[in-house]
């Protein structure tokens, strides 16, 4: 049997720079995770070595600087996609994030599967950049925009979930987990489902990439798509796992250099994938530093990370408990490590400005996320969100200032 | 009082005030203090919309002098707008137009009103000016007719 490494938090918090700031004259606490997380020092320092030492356009040049950054890139496409354990790398696009991955796929599959009178599903729960891409697609297309319903525990009411399938939507896409309510949906079931009528799932695996070891083949789902900046890679970088055989058959999204085969007046033919996908030049010091803060996650390891996780959100859940009149938006059974409330009558702006002046880094509003306030009637929530870094001395100093902005406030 | 002196004032006061704590607990105090809008104002038109609170701004216009009456879900937000109303109310359109909310940056507002704050109240400081431009007009009607 393995041995099992402990978890050690204190050599984990060293390796993140970002930490050790203060702010407004007191240690940063920072739980805006789901927003994006702190960058391990490796990352950092990859992306630095790409600019000092290795830098030229890839896939282009014969000469030794492209030559090794081609190598390198495509090492890291390698690397991506043993992550989530694709068939293969063909199947990993490079894109800017998860909004941007979303709009590729609602223009190019869209473009593929959907017509006027059809219909597209998506969740009440969806961040803007998993609902709006679709429902523009809808209203250009005259086609029905379709959306599940969401319970009072903040999950997806999969009655309605079932009715909605009976339409025989073309394209169905998930949030694996919500951003608001730290929901994990039961999406192996829901894609099971949904492919009994051989309907494609997009998963936006933007919150989930970063709680737990994602498997795509044993997942089933048809596309995933998650951002390098919520697993502690730079910012400009996404990930977008499709199917090949719908890759195959999508048409391209953007046109330009790098996408093309041949070009000429009368006609172009297009490159085989994964680069019909990725026109222009690539981020490449952020997919190198994707690669980085892949191998960093596994050095510590997924499992650790993720029972460490759970602990946290249980403490706080337990200590957050505490406060009077607080009330959880989203008591899902099953959570990730995203934690939204609101206290009596309080507006959540007004408590996020004390607590962000006690040092603490929490998200108020709507979160990119305005039909689930709708859902539940209210302007927007507090939102705490943690990351392998956060302790539990920080959510105690957390839950304190929690204290003190309610008794200010009420 | 001028709005200069208004804004003087405002100055002093908070800087008594040692930390954020002290400044925020004032701004509550003050938001319960502001003249608030009129039922039949708080609606969808006299809605200027932020990203997180929302504030309702009315004005009126009576003897040459502009009067306003506002509110906000967000009770920090609203003792700002009563900051504002305080300096810019019973005062002529020329005025409020000469002047502006420089002095919200020595207290260490200035936050507030940048556009990524999206709490309204840029909005509503560029919508007092615009009531102010209104009534001024009509004030160079009056004297030209």
Redesign the interface.
């Known amino acids: 049997m393995e041995k099992r490494i402990p978890f050690d938090i204190r050599a984990v918090r060293l390796q993140f720079p970002a930490l050790e700031q203060l702010v407004y004259n007191k240690p940063l606490v920072y739980l805006d995770n789901a927003a994006t997380t702190q960058k391990p020092r490796v990352v950092i320092d990859r992306v630095k070595a790409w600019y000092e030492l290795e830098n030229s356009n890839i896939h282009r040049g014969v000469h030794y600087l492209s030559q090794q950054g081609t190598i390198a890139f495509e090492n890291a496409r390698q690397t991506v996609a043993n992550f989530i354990n694709t068939n293969s790398s063909r199947e990993i696009i490079f894109t800017k994030g998860t909004t941007d991955s979303m709009n590729l796929l609602a223009s190019s599959l869209g473009k593929l599967l959907v017509k006027e009178g059809d219909s597209v599903m998506v969740t009440g729960m969806e961040h803007h950049s998993n609902f709006v891409p679709w429902q523009q697609l809808c209203v250009e297309l005259k086609a029905n925009f379709l959306v599940a319903g969401i319970t009072e525990t903040g999950e997806v009411d999969l009655d309605h979930y079932a009715e909605l399938l009976e339409k025989r939507p073309k394209i169905i896409s998930i949030a694996h987990v919500s951003n608001v309510l730290g929901t994990i949906n039961p999406i192996e079931e829901m894609i099971r489902l949904a492919h009994v009528y051989d309907i494609p799932v997009v998963i936006d695996g933007a919150q989930s990439i970063c709680h737990q070891k994602i498997d795509v083949q044993a997942l089933d789902c048809d596309f995933f798509a998650f951002s390098g900046h919520k697993m502690y890679a730079p910012m400009g970088v996404g990930v977008l796992f499709g199917k090949e055989k719908w890759l195959d058959a999508m048409p391209p999204y953007q046109f330009g250099g790098e996408m093309v085969n041949q070009v000429s007046i009368d006609e172009t033919s297009f490159n085989v994938l994964p680069f019909k996908f990725e026109a222009g030049t690539p981020n490449v010091s952020a997919v190198l530093g994707l690669e980085s803060a892949i191998n960093f996650i596994e050095t510590i390891g997924n499992e650790s990370i993720a029972a460490y996780k759970d602990q946290l959100i249980q403490y706080a859940l337990q200590r957050l408990a505490e406060v009077n009149g607080i009330k959880f938006i989203g008591n899902p059974d099953h959570r990730a490590s995203v934690i939204s409330f609101l206290i009596d009558e309080i507006h959540p702006y007004d408590a996020g400005m004390i607590i962000d002046k006690l040092g603490i880094a929490i998200r108020t509003g709507h979160h990119c996320a305005q039909p689930i306030m709708e859902r539940f009637g209210i302007p927007g929530t507090m939102r705490a969100s943690f990351a392998m870094y956060n302790t539990f001395e920080e959510i105690d100093i957390f839950v304190a200032a929690v204290k003190k902005a309610a008794l200010m406030l009420s | 009082m001028t709005i200069e002196q208004t804004q003087q004032q405002i100055i002093e006061e908070f800087s008594i005030f040692d ?3 002290e400044k ?2 004032y701004l ?1 105090e003050m938001g319960k203090d502001c003249p608030i809008i009129e039922t039949q104002y708080k609606t969808n038109n006299y809605l200027i919309n932020g ?4 504030v309702w701004l009315h004005a009126y216009f009576d003897r040459d002098i502009v009067h306003f009456s506002a509110d906000s ?5 609203k003792g700002i707008v009563n900051l504002l109303i305080r300096v810019f109310n019973d005062h002529s359109p020329e005025e409020i137009l000469k002047s502006d909310t420089t002095f919200l940056d020595q207290i260490g507002l200035k936050e507030h009103l940048s556009p990524t704050r999206s ?1 309204g109240l840029l909005s509503m400081v560029k919508q007092m000016k615009l009531y102010a431009q209104i009534f001024q007009l009509k004030v160079n009607q009056q004297v030209n007719e």
């Open positions: 930390d954020w704590m925020y607990n509550i990203c997180q609170s929302r879900d967000a009770v920090i937000t709490n």
